[in-house]
C-alpha cells in the first residue's frame, strides 16, 4: 500500500510539474488602425520625415492672456502641499512662466536633438533619434529605445542621452555607446492621438515595434519607466526575439504573492525573500504602501474612468494644467515634499524645465488624449488585458491562484523572457523588492538599489540611472 501511495505521489507531482512549468507564452502580433475613418486600401506611406518644433508670437500672446486671467484662491494656512498643489507657490510659478520664461529658447533646445515622423497604423509618431557624435574604433552603437510615461514627454530624457551616446565626453567609458530613440506615446505631445477606442499600451508596443524595424533596427535594447515601462514590458511580450534586453526603473508586479509579502513581510521577511533595504522601503506598511497610494492615485480613479472631464478644463487653463501636472513633480519626486510650501519642486528640478513640460501639453492640446491612455489600459478593471495573463487550465488557475500570484480569471501572471535590468529608486510610488520583480521577469540578471531618485529617474537623477542601464549591459554582454 505504502508503495502505491509513493509512486502515486511521485507520479501526481511529476504530472504538476510538467503542466505547471513556465512556458515562454508570447503576445500575438496583430495590426490595428487607428486613424480617423476607414483604413485605406492604399500602402501606408513609410517615409521618415524631418521635424522641428515650433512656435509663434501668437502662441505666446494667447498664453500670457490666459495666464493673466489667473483667479486666485488662497491656501488654507500651513497647507504644504497637503491639499494638493500650493497656491501661494503657485504664483511665484505663474510670475515666472509669465515674465521669465523663455519658450522660444526653449524651443531652440528641443530642437538640438534631431525630430522626426512617420506613419504607422494611421497615426503620425514622433521621435527624437540621437547618433553618437563619435564612435570608437572597431565599435558599434546599441540601439537603445527610451519610453516616457505620464504626465511626463520625451523632454524627460534631454539630460541622460549624451551620457549615452557620448559617454567619454561626459566622463564615462566608452565600453557601452548608445543611439537613442525617444517617442512621444501616441496622444502625447508631438504623436498624433488615436480616433479610436481601444488603443492601449499593446497597440503602443506593436506601433513602437514597427518604428525600431523602419528605422533598420531588427534587434534593440528598451528602456522605460512609468508607462514606458508597461510599453516596453509588452515589447518584450510581443517580440522577445528582437528585444536584446529590457532596462526598467518601475514595475507593475502585485500579485498575491506580494500581498501576502506586504503582509507578514515585516516580521517574517528573510524568509519572504526580502532584504532589510526591502523592509525599510516597505515598512511600516500601513504609511509606505497604502496610505500613499491612496493619497498618491485619486488622479487615477478620474482618467480610468471619465479623462474627458477633467482634461477639458485642463486643456482651457495653463495654469490649471500647470499646478495638475507639477504637482506629481513634487510629491512623485519624494513624498515627504508635501510638507514643503514649495513642494520641493525646485530641490530636483529647474523650472524651466518643468514648464517646458508642461508647454508640451499645453501647445499641442494633449492633455485629454494622453489621460484617455488610463481608461484604454485600466478602465476595464485589472487583470482584464491579455499580456498580464496567458491561459492554462481552469484546474491548474484554481489550483495556482493562491500560492504563485496568479490572475483570477484563471490564467497565470504573463512573464517577460529577455534579459531584463531593474533600477530601484526609493522614492518611487511603490518600492518593487529583487523578489517581486523576479517573479514577472525571470531572466532578472541586475537589481540596483539605486542610493536616490524618486519616480521621474532620467529627468531627476540622470547619471545614476545612465550608470544603471551601463552595469546591466556589462553584465548581460558577460553572460
Same mark, same amino acid.
Given at each position: 500500500?505504502?508503495?502505491?501511495?509513493?509512486?502515486?505521489?511521485?507520479?501526481? *507531482?511529476?504530472?504538476?510539474?510538467?503542466?505547471?512549468?513556465?512556458?515562454?507564452?508570447?503576445?500575438?502580433?496583430?495590426?490595428?488602425?487607428? #486613424?480617423?475613418?476607414?483604413?485605406?486600401?492604399?500602402?501606408?506611406?513609410?517615409?521618415?520625415?524631418?521635424?522641428?518644433?515650433?512656435?509663434? =508670437?501668437?502662441?505666446?500672446?494667447?498664453?500670457?492672456?490666459?495666464?493673466?486671467?489667473?483667479?486666485? &484662491?488662497?491656501?488654507?494656512?500651513?497647507?504644504? !502641499?497637503?491639499?494638493?498643489?500650493?497656491?501661494?507657490?503657485?504664483?511665484?510659478?505663474?510670475?515666472?512662466?509669465?515674465?521669465?520664461? =523663455?519658450?522660444?529658447?526653449?524651443?531652440?533646445?528641443?530642437?538640438?536633438?534631431?525630430?522626426?515622423?512617420?506613419?504607422?497604423?494611421?497615426?503620425?509618431?514622433? +521621435?527624437?533619434?540621437?547618433?553618437?557624435?563619435?564612435?570608437?574604433?572597431?565599435?558599434?552603437?546599441?540601439?537603445?529605445?527610451?519610453?516616457?510615461?505620464?504626465?511626463?514627454?520625451?523632454?524627460?530624457?534631454?539630460?541622460?542621452?549624451?551620457?549615452?551616446?557620448?559617454?567619454?565626453?561626459?566622463?564615462?567609458?566608452?565600453?557601452?555607446?548608445?543611439?537613442?530613440?525617444?517617442?512621444?506615446?501616441?496622444?502625447?505631445?508631438?504623436?498624433?492621438?488615436?480616433?479610436?477606442? #481601444?488603443?492601449?499600451?499593446?497597440? &503602443?508596443?506593436?506601433?513602437?515595434?514597427?518604428?525600431?524595424?523602419?528605422?533598420?533596427?531588427?534587434?534593440?535594447?528598451?528602456?522605460? #519607466?512609468?508607462?514606458?515601462?508597461?510599453?516596453?514590458?509588452?515589447?518584450?511580450?510581443?517580440?522577445?526575439?528582437?528585444?536584446?534586453?529590457?532596462?526598467?526603473?518601475?514595475?507593475?508586479?502585485?500579485?498575491?504573492?506580494?500581498?501576502?509579502?506586504?503582509?507578514?513581510?515585516?516580521? *517574517?521577511?528573510?524568509?519572504?525573500?526580502?532584504?532589510?533595504?526591502?523592509?525599510?522601503?516597505?515598512?511600516?506598511?500601513?504609511?509606505?504602501? *497604502?496610505?500613499?497610494?491612496?493619497?498618491?492615485?485619486?488622479?487615477?480613479?478620474?482618467?480610468?474612468?471619465?479623462?474627458?472631464?477633467?482634461?477639458?478644463?485642463?486643456?482651457?487653463?495653463?495654469?490649471?494644467?500647470?499646478?495638475?501636472?507639477?504637482?506629481? +513633480?513634487? /510629491?512623485?519626486?519624494? /513624498?515627504? !515634499?508635501?510638507?514643503?510650501?514649495?513642494?520641493?519642486?525646485?530641490?530636483? +528640478?529647474?523650472? =524651466?524645465?518643468?514648464?517646458?513640460?508642461?508647454?508640451?501639453?499645453? &501647445?499641442?492640446?494633449?492633455?485629454?488624449?494622453?489621460?484617455?491612455?488610463?481608461?484604454?489600459?485600466?478602465?476595464?478593471?485589472?487583470?482584464?488585458?491579455?499580456?498580464?495573463?496567458?491561459?492554462?487550465?481552469?484546474?491548474?488557475?484554481?489550483?495556482? %491562484?493562491?500560492?504563485?500570484?496568479?490572475?483570477?480569471?484563471?490564467?497565470?501572471?504573463?512573464?517577460?523572457?529577455?534579459?531584463?535590468?531593474?533600477?530601484?529608486?526609493?522614492?518611487?510610488?511603490?518600492?518593487?523588492?529583487?523578489?517581486? %520583480?523576479? +517573479?514577472?521577469?525571470?531572466?532578472?540578471?541586475?537589481?540596483?538599489?539605486?542610493?536616490?531618485?524618486?519616480?521621474?529617474?532620467?529627468?531627476?537623477?540622470?547619471?545614476?540611472?545612465?550608470?544603471?542601464?551601463?552595469?546591466?549591459?556589462?553584465?548581460?554582454?558577460?553572460?
Amino acid at each position: 500500500m505504502w508503495l502505491e501511495i509513493l509512486l502515486t505521489s511521485v507520479l501526481g *507531482f511529476a504530472i504538476y510539474w510538467f503542466i505547471s512549468r513556465d512556458k515562454e507564452e508570447t503576445l500575438p502580433l496583430e495590426d490595428g488602425w487607428w #486613424g480617423p475613418g476607414t483604413r485605406s486600401a492604399a500602402r501606408e506611406d513609410d517615409s521618415i520625415r524631418p521635424f522641428k518644433v515650433e512656435t509663434s =508670437d501668437e502662441e505666446i500672446h494667447d498664453l500670457h492672456q490666459r495666464i493673466d486671467k489667473f483667479r486666485f &484662491t488662497p491656501p488654507l494656512e500651513d497647507s504644504c !502641499f497637503h491639499y494638493g498643489f500650493n497656491s501661494n507657490y503657485l504664483k511665484k510659478v505663474i510670475s515666472y512662466w509669465r515674465n521669465e520664461f =523663455d519658450w522660444k529658447k526653449q524651443v531652440e533646445i528641443l530642437n538640438r536633438y534631431p525630430h522626426f515622423k512617420t506613419k504607422i497604423e494611421g497615426l503620425d509618431i514622433h +521621435f527624437i533619434h540621437v547618433k553618437p557624435p563619435q564612435l570608437p574604433a572597431g565599435h558599434t552603437p546599441k540601439p537603445l529605445l527610451m519610453v516616457h510615461g505620464w504626465p511626463g514627454s520625451f523632454y524627460e530624457f534631454y539630460k541622460i542621452i549624451p551620457l549615452l551616446t557620448d559617454p567619454k565626453n561626459h566622463g564615462l567609458s566608452d565600453e557601452h555607446v548608445f543611439e537613442v530613440i525617444c517617442p512621444s506615446i501616441p496622444g502625447y505631445g508631438f504623436s498624433e492621438a488615436s480616433s479610436k477606442k #481601444g488603443f492601449n499600451s499593446v497597440a &503602443t508596443a506593436r506601433i513602437f515595434y514597427k518604428l525600431m524595424l523602419r528605422l533598420g533596427f531588427q534587434e534593440f535594447y528598451i528602456q522605460g #519607466g512609468d508607462w514606458g515601462s508597461l510599453i516596453c514590458t509588452n515589447m518584450a511580450q510581443l517580440v522577445p526575439s528582437h528585444v536584446k534586453g529590457l532596462h526598467l526603473n518601475m514595475a507593475l508586479v502585485l500579485s498575491n504573492f506580494s500581498t501576502l509579502t506586504l503582509l507578514l513581510g515585516q516580521r *517574517f521577511g528573510r524568509f519572504l525573500g526580502l532584504t532589510e533595504r526591502d523592509v525599510e522601503l516597505l515598512y511600516p506598511v500601513k504609511e509606505k504602501v *497604502f496610505y500613499s497610494l491612496m493619497r498618491e492615485s485619486g488622479y487615477m480613479h478620474i482618467q480610468c474612468t471619465k479623462p474627458d472631464t477633467v482634461g477639458s478644463a485642463l486643456n482651457d487653463s495653463p495654469v490649471g494644467l500647470a499646478a495638475y501636472i507639477l504637482e506629481k +513633480f513634487s /510629491t512623485w519626486t519624494n /513624498t515627504e !515634499f508635501r510638507y514643503l510650501e514649495d513642494g520641493g519642486l525646485e530641490r530636483k +528640478f529647474s523650472l =524651466d524645465d518643468l514648464l517646458t513640460n508642461v508647454m508640451l501639453y499645453w &501647445t499641442t492640446g494633449t492633455i485629454i488624449s494622453s489621460q484617455r491612455f488610463y481608461k484604454e489600459n485600466l478602465g476595464q478593471g485589472w487583470m482584464t488585458q491579455k499580456h498580464e495573463r496567458c491561459p492554462r487550465g481552469p484546474w491548474m488557475g484554481t489550483l495556482k %491562484v493562491e500560492v504563485f500570484g496568479e490572475s483570477p480569471h484563471g490564467g497565470t501572471r504573463m512573464k517577460v523572457y529577455v534579459p531584463t535590468g531593474f533600477s530601484a529608486f526609493p522614492f518611487e510610488l511603490l518600492h518593487t523588492p529583487e523578489k517581486w %520583480v523576479r +517573479f514577472k521577469y525571470p531572466k532578472l540578471i541586475s537589481y540596483s538599489y539605486m542610493v536616490r531618485g524618486g519616480h521621474f529617474a532620467a529627468f531627476e537623477e540622470p547619471e545614476l540611472l545612465a550608470q544603471d542601464i551601463r552595469k546591466f549591459l556589462s553584465v548581460l554582454e558577460r553572460q
